[in-house]
Antibody
Framework: QVQLQESGPGLIKPSETLSLTCNVSGGSINNYHWTWIRQPPGKGLEYIGYIFYSGSTNYNPSLQSRLTMSLDTSKNQFSLKLTSVTAADTAVYYC??????????WGQGMLVTVSS | EIVLTQSPGTLSLSPGERATLSCRASQSVAKNYLAWYQQRPGQAPRLLIYGASSRATGIPDRFSGSGSGADFTLTINRLEPEDFAVYYCQQYAAWSTFGGGTKVEIK
């Protein structure tokens, strides 16, 4: 069974770049949409975007100008970078695996707080 | 962007009762690419239903999904204590968006 685990700093300052990595174990990173979703404290889910195993990406239009996703198949990892963060970017960030059968595997989530 | 509206916002029920949750899309969801997720406090969401009506692996048969076009329903028969949680619908036909969620709480 595939497992996903987010890693990265839990606290960053406004205007800095949020960088997270998701390690995938127990399965190949080939195929699937390797996905990022976030959830502000006490609120609902927001789809950030995904990177396909081929390297093609699809980003949330509202975040597109600040967002970069990448994939390292040799390490079975994928990553997210979000620039120029503000307090509105404070959220639990989930990495996940998705495709036409929904998002079937999720990391445990990582709280990232934007604060000076 | 397809906007998903879930109702009701909160559903107060007793164990053993049936829960009926609604998800309405602002436009038709192609190929019924509609999924439902359960989220318990402090946990990541869990996939319940995909393709509007297909149960994900390991999901009990008391969970069922139905609907097509722009109107979808998640039904939970005979609520168990562990079913009290927040439920989200997601469309993945045109980009991907989530509904605002329905909280199923113990009455």
């Amino acid at each position: 069974q595939v497992q996903l685990q987010e890693s990265g700093p839990g606290l960053i300052k406004p205007s800095e770049t949020l960088s997270l990595t998701c390690n995938v174990s127990g399965g190949s990173i080939n195929n699937y949409h390797w996905t990022w979703i976030r959830q502000p404290p006490g609120k609902g889910l927001e789809y950030i975007g995904y990177i396909f195993y081929s390297g093609s990406t699809n980003y949330n239009p509202s975040l597109q100008s600040r967002l970069t996703m990448s994939l390292d198949t040799s390490k079975n990892q994928f990553s997210l970078k979000l620039t120029s963060v503000t307090a509105a970017d404070t959220a639990v960030y989930y990495c996940a695996r998705g495709y036409i059968s929904g998002i079937d595997s999720w990391g445990q989530g990582m709280l990232v707080t934007v604060s000076s | 962007e397809i906007v998903l509206t879930q109702s009701p916002g909160t559903l107060s029920l007793s164990p053993g009762e049936r829960a009926t949750l609604s998800c309405r899309a602002s436009q038709s969801v192609a190929k019924n690419y509609l999924a439902w997720y359960q989220q318990r406090p402090g946990q990541a969401p869990r996939l319940l239903i995909y393709g509007a009506s297909s149960r994900a692996t390991g999901i009990p048969d008391r969970f069922s999904g139905s609907g097509s076009g722009a109107d979808f329903t998640l039904t939970i028969n005979r609520l168990e204590p562990e079913d009290f949680a927040v439920y989200y619908c997601q469309q993945y036909a045109a980009w991907s968006t989530f509904g605002g969620g329905t909280k199923v709480e113990i009455k």
